[in-house]
């Protein structure tokens, strides 16, 4: 027990002012800012536990980040010798149990607070915190509204504990003061066990939707006087919560006659119920669907709509002197409240959905930036980040408040190409370099949560984990958003002709979450699927033409080509119910597999037609300079210099919908542009024969099946077809030499055909323990080049084909999709930095490569694994680069505000 006057670092000791299982705590002066404050102290006997101290102040950080008007601030974590102390707000006024003992609340106060509970609990999920005791006695109600206390520290690790253990018991965890009371809570097992939930009783793990029960206690507890579960033992009590449903709240003695009106108003009790649902899963999912619940309630009974960040203010009533602590501390006494402005009711009838009416505008262009695309939008609604790009390729965040005409870069966020909010919106989320990193949205220097091999999409959930995707082939993974290890978060349904998983999203409940399962051979199109945290199996929903996201109100939204459509969720059930509704025509697909972004307030926004990131296919010298007159627009990828440099092949996407696209020649000399395949949208990376009368080109049928076709170069006659079966393949290159056809498949598995001899010979081009994709044979033979390794430290290399092995590293710095050029002289390759790259090569002898030297930046960079934005000649001075659109900016995003009202009028 600490004296008054004992000195805690800056904090000078008044007095006393409770104890509990968990510290001793004392109403203290803050002498550097004249405050009073709260300080919890750890016993002794726990604080000379390493792993107990560790405990309290890792959470007592994480516990910190809650600023909230509705959870008691934390605002210093110290030790003083021996003695680990917290420092907290010193909150005046009576807790909720104490209040309880006089009787039910009238309804304006019990929708007030409970919606300020819900807010707080909601604001502590989104962080990953998890209360795990809500209880009445650890809610304090003030002149300023409801305020949370302990949150997180009262995490209980087992039921019971034998005398003397050091394990910390829940009979121990049910007092924790920290207000300017002495908070005796029930002391017993019997009073914690009233608000846990039966997940909790059964040994599981507590998550938020034990907070959910916990308030749903609670709430039956303001509406009646009567708690909802009682038992005179624990064995009772215990079966009370496992096996029984309590009474609705309006057959209760005490809660029939707490609403004008001699009952409850519809809603309440249902609401309740679903809180109280034994199984986790049939309970309602988040604090925030509560809140929103309690509010609609309160307008529904002719009560002003509830502002959880300035509620108006209670009375309330004095308390006698605290006996327990001999202190002789009087209870302040609130004021008589004053009513709320006119201007404020005003600012708070908007943010219901049935006062504010829709509203559909587009985002300005940002001055200087040539593309806007990826927006998302701010879990709060308020605000709408998006990713900008300039005519040079350098790419940036910006955010836009809604509410104002101007977007500011966001500092720190330059290189990125996606952004993520997280759940409380203060931070943003992204991988750059090969590392997941978190920064506020404000700016500033990013904090590293994890090395991101491979990773690009993320999503962070109410739980404090994110998920992240990786290349074409892996299963998602997720890690803490605090940082640590990437772990498995799904496993890929190969049986269902999946290839790897990506586009992860979470629901609001912070454990679920959609994601696409990639097909093979689909530029695309994917399964729509609904994973858990803790299970790496996940459900097929449906079929999705791009990324997949969950919507307010139980909707999927997700891609029929360029169109955006909701469907609704059944999550009990795993599946989309009823038809889908059209939301948007002509959006914006791109390699982000479609550009729009719901907000669980129900604003949408999406970027504005697919034909905006058409591109423009040009002739350039070495330098990079373009010349002449566009070849070819569109979609295009993969464009291909015929052997002399006269002639483009190139792919054309016709249809984002569909697997892959259909193969077009262009002779710039005679301005034609001719379709040579037919294929369905399906035909992939061509190439010319060594005489250029011919080409081949691959198509996908299936998910693990591929054709390879041999045709003429004037689209003449009936091309020669190879079957490829259970390989997913993409050609790279019809040898110099004619008698060879280069493939790799998605795994790395480099192999040859023969074009000549019947049956044609499949030969692999490396050993099983390589992995290599990009490959490509030297002008005589001899050598081979390729890309080894895993993103984002993916090196080009050279093999030795014919010959004594061995293996040469060409590239410096990251790289891919090398050619070779000057007769097997240069390897030119494309950095991932974006600059084009040469290296001279020397095989007179035994083989040496030159120093890797810049030659220009590219203006577009390659799109995926099998997909290149320029080619080049034989003879290494001409090139064919895709290059941006010459208008002005690309991308436009159109905002609608109330996704609500879009779905309903459809």
């Not at 997180?152 to 009371?181: E, I, N």
């Not at 290189?415 to 370099?433: C, H, K, L, M, Q």
Request: glycine share 12%; proline share 7%.
């Amino acid at each position: 027990m600490l004296a008054a006057g004992a000195r805690l670092g800056p904090y000078e000791v008044i007095g006393p002012l409770g104890a509990g299982g968990m510290g001793e705590v004392y109403r203290a002066r803050d002498t550097r800012l004249g405050r009073d404050v709260a300080i919890k102290v750890l016993p002794q006997h726990l604080s000379a536990n390493p792993d107990m101290r560790a405990r309290f102040e890792r959470e007592a950080r994480t516990v910190s980040g809650l600023n909230h008007p509705n959870i008691c601030t934390l605002f210093d974590v110290g030790l003083e010798g021996d003695t680990t102390f917290l420092v907290m707000e010193l909150v005046d006024g009576e807790t909720l149990a104490q209040r309880l003992a006089k009787g039910p609340l009238p309804a304006a106060d019990l929708l007030r607070f409970g919606v300020q509970i819900a807010d707080a609990l909601d604001r502590a999920h989104r962080a990953g915190v998890i209360h795990r005791d809500l209880k009445p006695g650890n809610v304090m109600l003030t002149r300023s509204g409801a305020k949370l206390m302990d949150f997180g520290l009262a995490r209980a690790t087992g039921l019971t504990g034998p005398a003397g253990a050091s394990g910390v018991t829940m009979a121990a965890l049910s007092q924790t003061p920290t207000v300017a009371s002495p908070l005796t809570a029930e002391g017993t097992i019997v009073g914690t066990f009233q608000y846990m939930a039966p997940e909790q009783l059964e040994g599981g793990e507590a998550d938020a939707r034990s907070d959910i029960w916990a308030l749903g206690c609670v709430l039956y507890e303001m509406a009646t006087g009567r708690r909802a579960f009682e038992g005179k033992s624990q064995a009772s009590l215990i079966a009370a919560i496992l096996e029984r449903t309590p009474a609705p709240i309006g057959e209760t003695p005490s809660g029939s006659g707490t609403f004008t009106g001699g009952g409850p108003p519809p809603g309440l009790d249902r609401l309740i119920r679903n809180c109280l649902a034994k199984d986790p899963e049939e309970r309602i999912q988040t604090a925030h669907d509560i809140k929103l619940q309690l509010q609609g309630i309160s307008e529904n009974v002719g009560l002003a709509p509830t502002s959880v960040a300035s509620a108006p203010a209670i009375a309330i009533p004095a308390a006698p002197a605290s006996r327990a602590s001999g202190s002789g501390l009087a209870w302040m006494v609130a004021g008589i409240a004053l009513l709320a402005a006119v201007g404020a009711i005003a600012w708070l009838y908007p943010r219901s959905h049935a006062q504010a009416p829709p509203y559909r505008f587009r985002v300005e262009p940002v001055s200087g930036e040539v593309n806007m695309f990826w927006p998302r939008v701010s879990p709060d609604g308020h605000s709408l980040m998006f990713v900008a790009s300039d005519s040079a390729g350098t790419s940036r965040a910006f955010v836009r408040p809604l509410d104002q005409s101007e977007s500011h870069p966001v500092p720190g966020a330059e290189g990125v190409r996606r952004t993520y909010w997280s759940p409380d919106g203060r931070e943003i989320a992204f991988v750059r370099n090969g590392t997941m990193m978190r920064m506020p949205v404000s700016g500033g220097t990013p904090t590293v949560i994890c090395p991101a091999p491979g990773g690009a999409d993320l999503s962070w959930g109410a739980q404090g984990l994110i998920l992240m995707d990786g290349q074409v082939t892996d299963s998602l993974r997720v890690v803490p958003a605090g940082g640590g290890d990437l772990q498995p978060a799904t496993r890929v349904d190969r049986a269902a002709g999946e290839i790897g998983d990506a586009w992860p999203y979470f629901l609001p409940d912070g454990r679920h979450f959609l994601f696409i399962g990639n097909l093979s051979g689909s530029t695309f199109t994917g399964n729509i699927r609904l994973g858990r945290i803790g299970s790496l199996d996940s459900k097929k929903l449906g079929r999705s033409d791009g990324r997949v996201e969950y919507a307010p109100g139980g909707w999927v939204l997700y891609l029929r080509g360029s169109r955006l459509v909701a469907q609704k969720l059944d999550l009990g059930a795993a599946k989309l119910t009823g038809p889908p509704i059209t939301l948007a025509d002509d959006v914006q697909i791109g390699s982000s597999s479609g550009h729009f972004s719901i907000s669980p307030a129900g604003v949408l926004a999406f970027g504005r037609g697919s034909s905006s990131e058409a591109r423009i296919l040009q002739l350039a010298d070495r330098k990079g300079s373009l010349v002449g007159a566009p070849v070819a627009t569109g979609l295009i990828s993969n464009p291909r210099l015929s052997p002399d440099g006269s002639r483009l092949l190139y792919e054309r996407i016709l249809d984002p919908s569909q697997l892959g696209a259909e193969i077009y020649v262009a002779d710039p000399a005679r301005a034609t542009d001719t379709r040579l395949t037919f294929s369905g949208n399906t035909a992939n990376t061509p190439a010319w024969s060594p005489d250029g009368r011919r080409f081949a080109y691959i198509t996908r049928v299936g998910a693990q099946d591929s054709r390879l076709h041999l045709g003429s170069a004037d689209g003449l006659g009936v091309p020669d077809s190879i079957a490829l079966p259970g390989i997913a393949a993409s050609l790279w290159q019809w040898s110099e030499s004619g008698s060879r056809l280069v493939c790799f498949t998605q795994t790395g598995s480099p192999f040859a055909l023969t074009t000549e001899a019947s049956p044609r010979v499949k030969r692999s081009l490396a050993d099983s323990t390589l992995s290599m994709i990009h490959t490509c044979l030297s002008p005589d033979g001899r050598w081979m080049a390729g890309v080894m390794g895993n993103l984002p430290n993916v090196q080009v290399f050279v093999q030795s084909v014919e010959g004594a092995p061995g293996r040469w590293q060409i590239s410096s710095t990251p790289g891919a999709f090398p050619h070779w050029t000057r007769g097997g002289r240069e390897l030119v390759y494309e950095g991932l930095d974006g600059r084009m790259m040469s290296v001279d090569i020397d095989t007179k002898g035994t083989f040496r490569a030159g120093t890797p030297k810049p030659l220009f930046s590219l203006p577009t960079r390659s799109f995926g694994f099998d997909q290149t934005a320029w080619d080049v000649s034989a003879d290494g001075e001409h090139f064919a680069l895709i290059a941006p659109p010459k208008s002005t900016t690309t991308g436009l995003i159109e905002i609608a505000t109330d996704f609500h009202a879009l779905v309903s009028r459809k």
